[in-house]
């Protein structure tokens, strides 16, 4: 795949490389067979050195359908704020919150604030 990029890039502008259009559209081309048998975008861009963003753009130029986005499962269960600000106030830490409510300690402090908690320093 690495070659197939090399060889649909024309000019170098930067250390990535930019492609034309024209060009953007052969290396999906060439991106869409592997994707539609199951590749991941994250495999894809790593084999031609690009980021999972990139391809996708790649991809949807060249009419493929972009699948969603594989979520683990438990993901999109919803978070109880009530019981969550609860917690936190009686003074568990938004790292144990977080492994409790199974997101990261980014998304637990969003909850939190959209609970309307007051975040510790």
């Known amino acids: 795949m690495r070659r ?5 890039s024309i000019e170098l502008f930067t250390l990535r490389s930019l492609l ?3 060009d953007e559209l052969i290396l999906g081309q060439l991106l869409a067979r592997r994707y539609e048998a199951g590749a991941s975008l994250l495999v894809l861009g790593a084999e031609v050195g690009r980021s999972t963003q990139y391809v996708a ?3 949807r130029r060249s009419g493929v359908v972009i699948r969603p986005a594989f979520r683990p499962p438990g993901s999109g269960q919803r978070v109880d704020l009530v019981e969550l600000r609860r917690l ?3 003074g568990a830490s938004v790292s144990g919150l ?10 637990t402090r969003k909850f939190l604030k959209a609970s309307g908690a007051q975040l510790r320093g």
């Open 88 to 90: 936190y106030e009686a």
């Open 98 to 107: 977080a492994a409790r409510i199974g997101f990261c300690r980014e998304a």
């Open 4 to 8: 197939a990029f090399a060889a649909a």
């Open 57 to 59: 753009k790649v991809l």
């Open 20 to 22: 034309s259009a024209d």
